[in-house]
């Protein structure tokens, strides 16, 4: 398969913490993406890491990227309630295809 | 990035009847269109690949027959659940591909069938 897989899949943290979420896949890929989703809501994209990258930022987000272990990681950090959601990551391989991890539910207590 | 619409939001249904769910890109014209599943508190399954003026490509074990896909313009692919039964309750979600290789998602509608 070629779906992605989240650890862990929740995690509950106070307000203020930070918080990392990794996720495994098993194919060779051309880029990762992690997107938050709430409750009953559409996705929405949050970073794009690609093959030859190994650490990007953007605002509280960081991601990491090590292809060697097939291994991804994102960290939010000084966490907000609003930061309670879903997140997913997501290989693009080949094509227009993109297969989506098992997601970890975070919550952030405020 | 693109603004993606999907409509309606929630459908109940009987057993047995069609369903259509469309999926707009408004500001974005989009050759291709993807349709996932997502079961509750599960991953995204991706169903099919809509392909604008062509046929659709549905991903191993997603019955076609079932699932009609229809991309008759750059803006607009529908999701056709036909002869709807309880199982194929679901929360549906089209995207469309934006020209960095992220996707951007419509809200999803939530499909009840009884």
């Avoid at chain 1, 398969?1 to 495994?24: F, H, K, R, V, Y």
């Avoid at chain 1, 060697?68 to 930061?83: G, P, Q, V, Y």
């Avoid at chain 2, 999907?6 to 369903?19: A, D, F, L, N, Y």
């Avoid at chain 2, 419509?106 to 009884?114: K, M, Y």
Wanted: contains cysteine; aromatic residues 8%.
């Amino acid at each position: 398969s070629q779906q992605g897989e989240e650890d862990p899949q929740a995690l509950s943290i106070q307000e203020g913490e930070n918080a990392t979420m990794n996720c495994s896949y098993k194919t060779s890929i051309n880029n990762l993406q992690w997107y938050r989703q709430n409750s009953g809501r559409g996705l929405v994209h949050l970073i794009l890491i690609r093959s030859n990258e190994r650490e990007k930022h953007s605002g509280r987000l960081r991601v990491t990227l090590d292809t060697s272990k097939k291994s991804s990681s994102l960290l939010i950090t000084a966490s907000r309630a609003a930061d309670t959601a879903s997140y997913f990551c997501a290989t693009g391989w080949t094509g227009n295809q993109f297969y989506f991890g098992t997601g970890t539910s975070l919550t952030v207590i405020p | 990035g693109a603004v993606v619409s999907q409509h309606p939001s929630r459908v109940i249904c009987k057993s047995g009847t069609s369903v259509k769910i469309e999926c707009r890109s408004l500001d974005f014209q989009a050759t291709t269109m993807f349709w996932y599943r997502q079961f509750p508190k599960q991953s995204l399954m991706l169903m099919a690949t809509s392909n604008e003026g062509s046929k659709a490509t549905y991903e191993q074990g997603v019955e076609k027959d079932k699932f009609l896909i229809n991309h008759a313009s750059l803006t607009l692919s529908t999701l056709t659940v036909t002869s709807a039964h309880p199982e194929d309750s679901s929360f549906y979600i089209c995207s469309v591909r934006g020209a960095s290789g992220e996707l951007f998602f419509g809200e999803g509608s939530r499909l009840t069938v009884l």
